[in-house]
């Protein structure tokens, strides 16, 4: 095993979640060493994303407590486990929702390792990233590039690479019309990622207020859902090769279904409990096509971050330190957070 010089050896902090829903509490926790394969990071900065309440509420399976949430990290690889290649003690990395895969089973082989049955998430198969100190296979890491900081790259880590990854392979070209449903915590960067794309993009929200907003972020165009019928506004601007659907709400999304080209996309990458109601008729009318769009592995994440670099795309944080993280995850649940929330370790 090799280690950084500098690496902590006393004990380390950790925000841990000790009952179903409970609130999170910081408590200290012995430091541990990588196995093989692994790498031990010093985490800089963690992003609070939505889905750790789901973490949280020990709902996955695989979850035993007291968990530690945390899947959007950002910091250094301090220790290296033994049999790591091409990653060094000092290198900038990132982890997000994929923490790992078995490598052998055909969503692996396939390059599809996020949809593997015995995939590794951040707060779930180890402790997360709310912590001074995380351990991850080295399969689970992106390289972070010099132009992001660590808080800049780790809400991009989820949040980014699932409205990057769901753009990127959709069926629009440079110069097509993208809608971006909601302006929140995924919006606000899906508007940017397809502004920088190249796509004539377009975001849809909720009140006249937000126009400022989304034009600032990129949008050529926006569109105030509760002033008329959405889809016969995109078929204004001769429809919408793909609305990016990343607000929850089931009912805004069957809005935007009659105003997709031909064909078009309606993406969903928001999560929601609701059922989606349209016709088939509907989706016949120019052979469209309605699904969802998880995140991405770890070289998903790493192209994310390299784009972000290269364009100027940046999520919107608000940094807590690490011993505010309970107060963080209320702003996020609450709906106020603009947009991100990053805990902070200062190391």
């Known amino acids: 095993m090799t280690t950084s010089p500098g690496a902590k050896t006393g004990a380390l902090r950790a925000v841990q979640i000790t009952a179903p829903d409970a609130a999170p509490v910081l408590a200290e926790v012995a430091p541990r060493e990588p196995g093989p394969g692994a790498v031990r990071i010093t985490v800089e900065a963690c992003g609070v994303c939505h889905s750790d309440l789901l973490i949280a509420s020990g709902k996955l399976p695989g979850s035993t407590f007291p968990i530690t949430p945390g899947h959007e990290i950002a ?34 082989r396939s390059g599809d390792a996020v949809h593997c049955p015995r995939l590794a998430i951040p707060g779930v198969a180890y402790p997360g990233g709310y912590a001074d100190s995380v351990i991850v296979p080295a399969v689970a890491l992106a390289a972070v590039p010099g132009e992001l900081t660590a808080t800049e790259a780790a809400p991009l880590a989820c949040a980014g690479v699932t409205v990057f990854n769901a753009l990127r392979r959709s069926a629009a070209c440079p110069g097509d019309t993208v809608a971006v449903l909601g302006l929140g915590g995924l919006g606000h960067l899906g508007v940017q990622f397809a502004q920088k794309m190249g796509f004539r993009t377009v975001a849809i929200a909720r009140g006249a ?39 929850t709400n089931a009912d805004a999304m069957a809005a935007t279904i009659d105003g997709l080209s031909r064909p078009g996309e309606l993406i969903i990458v928001g999560i929601g409990s609701e059922p989606l109601q349209l016709t088939v008729r509907q989706l016949l009318r120019g052979d469209r096509k309605v699904y969802a769009h998880s995140s991405g592995t770890a070289v998903d994440t790493q192209d994310t971050l390299r784009f972000a670099a290269q364009t100027g795309v940046r999520a919107w944080t608000e940094e807590v330190p690490l011993e505010e993280t309970a107060q963080a995850v209320a702003k996020m649940t609450s709906g106020r957070a603009r947009f991100r929330m990053v805990v902070t370790t200062g190391r």
Do not use: M, N, P
Request: aromatic fraction near 8%; include cysteine; proline fraction near 0%.
């Open 209 to 247: 207020k937000k126009k400022a907003l989304a034009l600032e972020l990129g949008a050529a165009h926006y569109i105030d859902s509760t002033e008329g019928d959405v889809a016969e506004a995109l078929q204004q601007f001769g429809g919408a090769k793909v609305v990016l659907a990343t607000a």
């Open 75 to 108: 910091g250094r690889i301090d220790a290296l486990g033994d049999g790591v290649e091409a990653w060094q003690v000092g290198d900038r990395v990132a982890v997000g929702w994929y923490g790992g895969s078995c490598g052998y089973c055909d969503a692996c």
